[in-house]
């Protein structure tokens, strides 16, 4: 069986220099996890220390199926942790929050 893609989210709610939602954007994870889960492809959730993610859930449909769909994110794994060779790739859904932590962190 392939190895899994590590699918990254943002552990954060606000920075103090950014002006703008630095969660994970749900439409954005939404469609990740569809376009995974309809090709047969495992994913494990990594974030920041392994913290609960944070999404910026643009509309209701979004925040209801996040709402419903939190047992795909219950036991994220810490980022730093995470070995390159167990993963076949990378996806970073649209977040500021993991952008600037993979950038500084």
């Known amino acids: 069986m392939p190895n899994p893609v590590l699918v990254v989210l943002s552990a954060s709610q606000s920075l103090a220099d950014i002006d703008y939602p630095v969660g994970t954007s749900a439409a954005c994870f939404i469609t990740?996890?569809?376009?995974?889960?309809?090709?047969?492809?495992?994913?494990?959730i990594a974030t920041p220390g392994g913290l609960s993610p944070e999404f910026s859930c643009e509309d209701e449909k979004s925040e209801s199926w996040i709402r419903e769909h939190k047992h795909l994110f219950a036991a994220p794994v810490d980022v730093v942790a995470a070995k390159e060779a167990?993963?076949?790739?990378?996806?970073?859904?649209s977040a500021l929050g993991a952008r600037k932590y993979l950038v500084n962190g």
């Open 32 to 44: 990740t996890c569809t376009l995974l889960t309809n090709n047969h492809v495992k994913m494990v």
């Open 86 to 93: 167990d993963y076949a790739g990378l996806v970073l859904p």
